[in-house]
């Protein structure tokens, strides 16, 4: 996130982290779709290619960062997927952890809960990022499928990094499905999973000096012989 310079994919892995701040610097559709366009070589099950990507920018992404927040704050919020998991044990660990250095870096109190908030309802204004994607399984798919697209969107995250931009991928964005599928006119048979706030990182802001701790490999993963 802090070079253009070409980089190896362990440096773009190292460098990634979640913008939460972003310049308003956006890029024409020609680009964006030849910088996203080697996405598309993802790997899916049976090579189904289980994912449709919608990118707002320009007036309709203002639409979107003018709705968006006024339909969660009157409770207008529908979900295409249940968001209903509890975390547990190390993995609620982690989260407080997480929440703690991405506040501590912004220099939010513990108990600030009016600021708390204020900090989360900027996913529903993207970041102040000019381009907005929103990720999508067709309809009858599931958990194996919801795999294939994890692994599309890594390739675009990933791949935006390597040309100097940022991202956060928001599942925030999945609470108000219909609002943006009325916004985008996305077909109903289209499922939102989540969304990615991209662009180029403010590189001064707070929020994104943010780095979260990652457990060591020995701890995740097991080599057997």
Same mark, same amino acid.
Do not use: C, H, W
């Given at each position: 996130m802090t070079s253009t310079a070409p980089l190896a994919l362990s440096d773009i892995l190292e460098n990634r982290r979640s913008c939460r701040a972003f310049l308003p610097e956006s890029?024409?559709?020609?680009?964006l779709r030849k910088l996203l366009a080697p996405s598309l070589r993802a790997p899916s099950n049976c090579?189904?290619?289980p994912w449709y990507l919608h990118i707002a920018s320009g007036?309709?992404?203002?639409? +979107?960062?003018?709705?968006?927040?006024?339909?969660?704050?009157?409770g207008r919020m529908t979900l295409d997927f249940p968001y209903d998991g509890k975390y547990a044990d190390i993995f609620k660990d982690r989260q407080y952890a997480s929440a703690q250095a991405l506040y501590g870096a912004m220099g939010i109190a513990r108990d600030d809960r009016d600021a708390r908030q204020a900090a989360f309802?900027?996913?529903?204004t993207f970041f102040d990022a000019p381009h907005v994607?929103?990720?999508?399984?067709?309809e009858g798919f599931s958990e194996r499928e919801a795999c294939d697209l994890g692994m599309f969107s890594q390739?675009?995250?990933l791949l935006l990094e390597a040309a100097g931009l940022a991202s956060c991928?928001?599942?925030?964005?999945?609470?108000?499905?219909?609002s943006i599928r009325e916004e985008l006119s996305v077909p109903q048979n289209q499922r939102l999973m989540f969304g990615l706030s991209f662009g180029y990182p403010d590189l001064g802001a707070p929020a994104n000096r943010c780095t979260t701790d990652r457990d060591e490999a020995n701890e995740l993963?097991? +080599?057997h012989r």
């Open positions: 890029l024409s559709d020609d680009e090579n189904t290619q007036d309709v992404l203002e639409r +979107l960062r003018k709705r968006l927040p006024e339909d969660f704050t009157a309802m900027r996913n529903f994607g929103f990720f999508y399984l067709p390739s675009v995250m991928p928001q599942t925030a964005l999945g609470f108000l499905s219909d993963i097991a +080599l």
